[in-house]
Nanobody
Framework: QVQLVESGGGLVQAGGSLRLSCAAS????????MGWFRQAPGKAREFVAA????????YYPDSVKVRFTISRDRAKNTVYLQIDSLKPEDTAVYYC?????????????????????WGQGTQVTVSS
């Protein structure tokens, strides 16, 4: 089992920045990758970033790759999502997730089905 707790969300003006954190506990050594997803009201959950736990390779969809940066601190068992130049359309609940199954390409971790554990989410609201 892996437990995930997100933090760092809040209300921010457009153009600002936020750094979300995801603290992992439990069987961290079984984790191959961590990802961030977001879900806006009435919309499907959307992939925004992934990182290999060992090695640190990252992957982003084109829609966010300029403004979003995922990183991890293995000593702290924490994954971060830095979001710059926030836009009102970034408003959503942001979830982190842990994948305990290996995939040869980090791009495969864009799929929700690759993840086994999810956090409870943290709300990000961007005002215009």
């Amino acid at each position: 089992q892996v437990q995930l707790v997100e933090s760092g969300g809040g209300l921010v003006q457009a153009g600002g920045s936020l750094r979300l954190s995801c603290a992992a506990s439990g069987r961290i050594l079984s984790t191959y990758a961590m990802g961030w997803f977001r879900q806006a009201p009435g919309k499907a959950r959307e992939f925004v970033a992934a990182i290999r736990w060992s090695g640190g390779a990252t992957y982003y969809p084109d829609s966010v790759k300029v403004r979003f940066t995922i990183s991890r601190d293995r000593a702290k068992n924490t994954v971060y999502l830095q979001i710059d130049s926030l836009k009102p359309e970034d408003t959503a609940v942001y979830y982190c997730a842990a994948a305990t199954r290996f995939s040869s390409s980090v791009t495969n971790y864009s799929l929700k089905e690759k993840y086994d554990y999810w956090g409870q989410g943290t709300q990000v609201t961007v005002s215009s």
